[in-house]
């Protein structure tokens, strides 16, 4: 595979919709709200984008004419099963490459921390580089 993977695609902001991903200050975030704006007679519509950042949960706006070029994280979604709980990390091996890394919990559900146990499996995203666990799958 190597280490030239992309991380990022282009896309123009009026084609984005709720639920979408854009990058945002270099951090990948999810849209929450998006309008579009035309104003007068001769500008061209703009976009007013609200976003969550995926890994710092900080809110963050874009207001930019709905024909700018703006960057869309690539997220590889994978399935990986926890080795350890190592305190602020867990220790998860990935269930396709057996590869094991350390990622940080996720810190902002409470719910989805009380089912990171050793053995539970989990779906994990790449985005731009970082892992991130999105949700335990149920055993069955």
């Given at each position: 595979?190597?280490?030239s993977t992309v991380s990022v695609n282009y896309a123009?902001?009026?084609?984005?919709?709720?639920?979408s991903y854009i990058v945002i200050?270099?951090?990948?975030?999810r849209i929450v709200e998006i309008t579009?704006?035309?104003?007068?007679?001769?500008g061209s519509a703009k976009a007013h984008v609200v976003a969550i950042g995926v890994f710092s949960g900080s809110k963050k706006t874009l207001v930019a004419p709905v024909d700018t070029r703006v960057q869309v994280p690539i997220i590889e979604k994978r399935l990986g099963q926890v080795l350890a709980d190592m305190g602020d990390m867990l220790q998860v091996m990935d269930m396709e490459t057996y590869d094991t890394f350390e990622i940080e919990k996720p810190d902002d559900d409470p719910q989805l921390l009380q089912k990171l146990?050793?053995?539970a499996t989990v779906e994990y995203w790449i985005?731009?580089?970082?892992?991130?666990?999105?949700r335990v799958r149920s055993s069955g």
């Open positions: 595979m190597g280490c123009t902001l009026g084609e984005l919709k709720k639920g200050d270099g951090e990948p975030c579009k704006a035309k104003t007068g007679k001769h146990q050793p053995g985005i731009m580089g970082r892992p991130k666990i999105i």
